[in-house]
């Protein structure tokens, strides 16, 4: 596949067309208008599925999926809230590709984000030379999702000020956006629905108006508690990750463990068995962190290392990213290596624990 | 009305008995508390007509089956059997031996013995007497007796899945409850697919767990009951736990026992009718039955179906949400139905159900937040319903006995010593404690005519003009509501019907913030009312809430 060589990461519709073939010759079940597959081969896309050979995308409770497909599949729009790095944008990128084959429809929230990405906006030129015409009317993201009956995106919505949030209230009420410039009304068509995303941390979904928040369903992506499963996604995403970059490592169950034990415990603020209290950083220690802990470790390995990812590799990224906002953290890391890892036994808490008069140095 | 029509229907359909036919006999393997098979026994004794309908359940008390079906005996209520301790043990501290034989309206035992008696059929309970059952019980074990019937997991404290749990997962259901709710109540139109269906299950349950011994003793009782009727078997229905219609199916299976057997020799037992609660017939869940939402599954039986009990809670669960002070509106009830109606395709299911009903109440109202709707909705699915019997209708207890400690909290003559007895009606109603239409969504109107007349609102101290209009307003919602309920079902439409306008017009009070409303002052006639009944801390606790803050008061000095 030449778009996955050539780009750094294609969207999930490209990384994944073998999958979503298989599952549309497979599929016989009714599709909802505008659908490319049944809601029941769109929850296989997303839980994998080994008959078919199709790889699990969201590691973790089938009823939330099913909420979440189901929701599509209704008049209300989705919004996925949670911790970050709990894969929502995952989730909303994978549902969108095998629902409507494009997740490319997607609006930025930022704080910069203004009234006419939300709704359209004008090819300024064309504007002064045409007047207001079709020619010139640049649609945003999701007017171009009203018009293709498919699936719009908006990932962090809360992260904008609350009037442009607003802008959405129309749409998703009334299915339609006025263009009085052009004296028209466009009216989506079905299939249209958006999937918005909203992490707990910064901004909570409470700043939003509660007019819109009763447009959305909302589904809640958890924090994995489950180490088993935590340690099933950080090892999947982790071989994603360098198989696009042609990359070989090995990663030694032993290694994965540790490394998972180490983020679940410093995030629940006790050790797993509940018996001893550890500190916990005002980090946000995400599945997705401990994704990325590994991966540079992987990094770390190939390039400066024997090609071995060891439990040294992996501390020195755990550094950058538990010690993100605060020195302090780096002492609830410290603290933890000293009363903790040093009571556990086996090659990678060794290795661990070998860091720490570099630690101390830092 | 529902209950009329929905079996009528089914008489329609069911031309033929769709009972299982053992050695002649028209046999119901039921499930304990389970409305579909509730449906299908009415049916079966109407199609049947049958000279004898035989039940199980303890045939000493078979002199208490006219208080059972009387018609103001309001279920949830149980027969309760009990011995206190022999004397040579009698100490402080030792408890009388207690056995509880729940019942509410979708039991089939008890739809067995209300339809009965609808058409002049006698009925009499068959199994063992309660005084074995009682024998046969180690004294603090807690678990009824019928504990041991099917289908219920008979290793529900144990750590190792149970067959039922096996079972489930293997179809890929969460648990044995959601399975159950899947494939058995959906199939509500089949009756005699269903009743196969449940006897093929009571065969693999008693391929897998074999049978015991006190239950051999028991199998054998009941048969021999019917044989020892003198009615030709064609002309008996016999209503029985899955289990015991496998084993009875079984081609090796006698009738024979032991009648000096040591259980049969027991002390005689007592008996009293007992008001029973929704919430404590949740707890049950080792008992195996389809309750883990009483409420719930009332509704599918007055309904008509588990759509329209999700459809009914999601409604209600708009006023239970604004009471909480929570932003809901019936917008969010509408989407949140045609969620779980989706969630129920998805997974396969022809209707949508308990699980369908959390899940869509997450996602729609409660923001993606769980705890957000568990409150009130664990309310609406459970339900508050408390039972009532009246105390002139059965023997009293001997006064020398010991009288169990449930019985005397909640029966209703023993929670007022100081009052005379009040005149049988009156008394049948103080004794239902009604949560505030408001609170709990009470939609009762819709199906119970008296409610909101006579006592309950005026007790309240609600303005006469407020009562008159709530019952009016509950008229009107009766003359079309469930009706529509069922048009608007079948149409496919999705509109929800209209909650009780009593409801909303209670919940419009407390909004309003009068410090007088209607709310409040039903709210409060209610605590008093729990307070009698024993159940005070948790009705206050319950109202914390919904009570408007008054206002500070600043003081001029």
Same mark, same amino acid.
């Given at each position: ?58 590691? $973790? ?69 045409? $007047? ?186 755990? @550094? ?43 | 009305?529902?209950? @009329? ?107 067995? %013995? ?148 040591? %259980? ?39 309904? $008509? ?83 009532? @019997? ?76 407020? @009562? ?45 913030? $009068? ?35 008054? %206002? ?6």
């Amino acid at each position: 596949m030449s778009a996955v060589d050539a780009v750094i990461r294609a969207p999930a519709e490209v990384r994944c067309k073998d999958e979503l073939e298989r599952l549309h010759a497979w599929d016989t079940f009714p599709k909802p208008t505008g659908w490319r597959l049944s809601p029941r081969a769109v929850e296989k896309f997303i839980m994998g599925d080994p008959d078919l050979n199709i790889r699990p995308k969201y590691i $973790g409770d089938r009823d939330r999926i099913q909420v979440a497909i189901a929701t599509l599949a209704s008049d209300r729009a989705l919004l996925l809230v949670g911790e970050p790095g709990t894969a929502k944008s995952w989730v909303s990128e994978h549902l969108s590709a095998a629902i409507c084959g494009n997740s490319q429809l997607t609006v930025q929230g930022t704080a910069g984000t203004t009234e006419d990405q939300i709704k359209y906006s004008w090819n300024y030129a064309l504007l002064m030379a045409e $007047g207001p015409t079709d020619r010139s009317l640049v649609p945003s993201p999701v007017l171009t999702a009203m018009r293709t009956g498919t699936i719009a995106r908006f990932e962090e919505i809360t992260r904008c000020a609350s009037e442009v949030q607003d802008a959405l209230i129309s749409i998703l009420s009334e299915k339609a956006i006025a263009i009085p410039e052009l004296e028209r009304i466009e009216y989506a068509r079905r299939g249209f629905s958006v999937i918005a995303t909203a992490n707990t941390r910064d901004r909570g979904v409470n700043e939003m108006s509660s007019a819109l928040k009763r447009r959305f369903n909302f589904v809640e992506l958890p924090v994995l508690s489950d180490l088993q499963q935590e340690m099933a996604v950080v090892r999947q995403r982790t071989q994603e990750m360098l198989a696009d970059h042609a990359m070989q490592a090995d990663l030694p169950d032993e290694l994965i463990e540790t490394l998972v034990t180490v983020f679940q415990e410093l995030r629940q603020g006790q050790t797993l068995d509940g018996e001893q209290k550890v500190k916990s950083p005002s980090t946000v220690m995400s599945t997705a962190e401990a994704v990325s802990v590994l991966f540079g470790g992987c990094l770390l390995a190939t390039h400066f290392g024997d090609g071995v990812v060891n439990g040294q590799h992996v501390m020195r990224l755990l @550094v950058g990213a538990i010690a993100k906002e605060d020195k302090s953290d780096l002492e609830a890391l410290t603290e933890y290596l000293e009363t903790v890892a040093k009571k556990r036994e086996g090659r990678v808490w060794r290795e661990l624990q070998e860091t720490q008069r570099w630690l101390k140095s830092l | 009305m529902a209950r @009329v029509a929905g079996d009528a229907a089914l008489a329609e359909v069911a031309v033929e008995s769709p009972a299982v036919r053992i050695r002649g006999v028209h046999v119901v393997p039921v499930r304990h508390h389970s409305p579909a098979i509730a449906r299908a026994t009415a049916a079966v004794i109407r199609a049947v007509r049958p000279r004898l309908v035989l039940i199980e359940g303890p045939d000493d008390a078979n002199h208490l089956i006219d208080a059972l079906t009387a018609p103001d005996a309001v279920a949830p209520f149980a027969l309760l059997a009990y011995r206190p301790p022999e004397v040579k043990q009698a100490t402080a501290d030792a408890a009388p031996q207690v056995v509880f034989y729940p019942f509410c309206d979708y039991s089939p035992e008890l739809v067995a %013995l209300r339809t009965a008696r609808e058409l002049g059929i006698e009925a009499r309970f068959c199994d063992i007497p309660a005084r074995a059952s009682l024998e046969a019980r180690e004294p603090d074990e807690q678990t009824p007796p019928d504990a041991d019937d099917a289908p219920h997991d008979p290793t529900a404290d144990a750590p190792e899945p149970s067959l039922y749990d096996i079972v489930a997962q293997r179809l890929g259901f969460q648990s044995h409850e959601e399975w159950w709710e899947c494939l058995y109540e959906s199939c509500l139109r089949d009756p005699a697919r269903l009743l196969q269906l449940v006897q093929e299950w009571g065969e693999l349950v008693v391929q897998a767990g074999g049978i015991s011994d006190c239950d051999a003793l028991r199998n054998a009782y009941m048969w021999r009951q019917v044989e020892e009727s003198g009615v030709p078997p064609e002309r008996i229905v016999l209503v029985v736990g899955a289990a015991h219609a496998a084993a009875f199916a079984q081609p090796d299976f006698r009738a024979e026992y032991d009648p000096k057997h040591p %259980l049969l020799q027991a002390r005689p037992a007592e008996f009293v009718i007992t008001p029973y609660s929704f919430p404590r017939l949740s707890e049950q869940l080792g008992y195996g039955a389809g309750n883990r939402a009483p409420q719930f599954y009332q509704d599918a039986w007055e309904l $008509g179906g588990l759509e329209n009990a999700t459809l009914a809670t999601l409604t209600r669960l708009v006023n239970a949400m604004k009471l909480q002070g929570d932003v809901a509106s019936h917008a969010d009830a509408i989407e949140a139905f045609r969620l779980a109606k989706q969630l129920a395709a998805l997974r396969g299911k022809p209707e949508p159900g308990y699980d369908e009903t959390i899940d869509a109440a997450i996602a729609a109202f409660g923001r993606g937040n769980a705890e957000r709707v568990q409150t009130p909705l664990k309310r609406l699915l459970i339900g508050e319903r408390v039972g009532s @019997v009246l105390a002139h209708r059965h023997p009293a207890p001997h006064p020398s006995r010991v009288l169990p400690p449930h019985a005397r909290t909640a029966h209703p003559r023993q929670g007022r010593p100081d009052r005379p007895a009040p005149e049988p009606r009156r008394a049948a109603r103080r004794a239902t404690v009604h949560l505030p239409a408001s609170a709990a969504g009470r939609q009762d109107s819709v199906r119970r005519p008296d409610f909101g007349r006579g006592g309950d609102l005026s007790a309240a101290g609600a303005p006469a003009g407020e @009562v008159a209009a709530a019952v009016d307003a509950a008229d009107r919602c009766r003359a079309g509501g469930g009706d529509d309920l069922r048009q608007h079902a079948a149409r496919g439409r999705h509109t929800p019907y209209r909650p009780a306008p009593a409801a909303a017009r209670l919940a419009g009070a407390s909004e309003r913030g $009068g410090a007088g409303g209607g709310a409040v002052r039903a709210a409060r006639a209610v605590r008093r009312r729990a307070a009698c009944a024993g159940r005070g801390v948790r009705a206050r606790r319950r109202f914390r809430q919904p009570r408007p803050r008054r %206002l500070p008061t600043r003081r001029a000095d």
